[in-house]
């Protein structure tokens, strides 16, 4: 089917982390979030206009800024280092293997990227790519009677001076045939 120009992006199937470095141009291992369900991200700029006898003479941006959102159900530990920083170990052998996660008071939160994936109902997949993310917000998560673990957490994007991507804040990428996260 030829790629159409429409996509129709319809549910998250998938949303993967990276690390980066903090020069944010080096990017690490793929880490997915698992039972991922909610990707969202707002492009705002705020804009100061230029007046004069009477009028509106011009008007400029302080340049783009990008604030995004993730939530998924459940947590692989790996992720959740990658989104606050610290550090899983593991340690014992089977049947008494553990991983424990800590954060320790001096730990940053790293720069990671972003990407999800949905199906198109137009054909082939959609995927929105989140360069340079580092988590400003909260990081959510919530033990309850009844009720799934759900991690969340917001933050901002920069942008990246990955090879072949400098600059970039974030950019969509529209597939023919859908394709995993790389």
């Given at each position: 089917?030829?790629?159409?120009?429409?996509?129709?992006p319809?549910?998250m199937?998938?949303?993967?982390?990276?690390s980066?470095t903090?020069?944010k141009?080096?990017?690490g291992t793929?880490?997915?979030?698992?039972?991922?369900?909610?990707?969202?991200?707002t492009?705002?700029?705020?804009?100061?206009?230029?007046?004069g006898?009477?009028?509106l003479?011009?008007?400029?941006?302080?340049g783009?800024?990008?604030e995004w959102?993730?939530?998924s159900?459940?947590?692989?530990?790996?992720a959740?280092a990658?989104?606050?920083?610290?550090?899983?170990?593991?340690?014992?052998t089977?049947p008494n293997q553990?991983?424990?996660?800590?954060?320790l008071?001096?730990?940053?939160?790293?720069?990671?990227?972003?990407?999800?994936q949905?199906i198109s109902?137009?054909?082939g997949?959609?995927?929105?790519?989140?360069?340079?993310c580092?988590?400003?917000?909260d990081i959510?998560?919530?033990?309850?009677?009844?009720?799934?673990?759900?991690t969340?957490?917001s933050?901002?994007?920069?942008?990246t001076?990955?090879?072949?991507?400098?600059?970039?804040l974030?950019?969509?990428?529209?597939?023919e045939t859908?394709a995993a996260?790389?």
């Amino acid at each position: 089917m030829p790629l159409n120009t429409i996509p129709l992006p319809f549910g998250m199937r998938d949303i993967g982390l990276k690390s980066l470095t903090n020069n944010k141009d080096t990017p690490g291992t793929l880490v997915d979030l698992p039972y991922a369900r909610t990707l969202s991200f707002t492009e705002s700029e705020e804009f100061e206009d230029l007046r004069g006898d009477d009028q509106l003479i011009a008007s400029h941006g302080a340049g783009p800024q990008v604030e995004w959102e993730i939530e998924s159900g459940g947590i692989k530990l790996a992720a959740y280092a990658m989104i606050a920083g610290g550090a899983v170990v593991g340690s014992g052998t089977t049947p008494n293997q553990k991983n424990t996660y800590t954060k320790l008071a001096l730990d940053v939160r790293p720069y990671l990227k972003i990407e999800g994936q949905a199906i198109s109902d137009s054909g082939g997949d959609f995927h929105p790519v989140l360069y340079a993310c580092k988590a400003t917000g909260d990081i959510e998560g919530e033990l309850s009677d009844g009720a799934f673990w759900l991690t969340g957490a917001s933050g901002k994007c920069f942008s990246t001076n990955e090879s072949g991507h400098v600059g970039k804040l974030y950019e969509f990428v529209q597939g023919e045939t859908a394709a995993a996260i790389v």
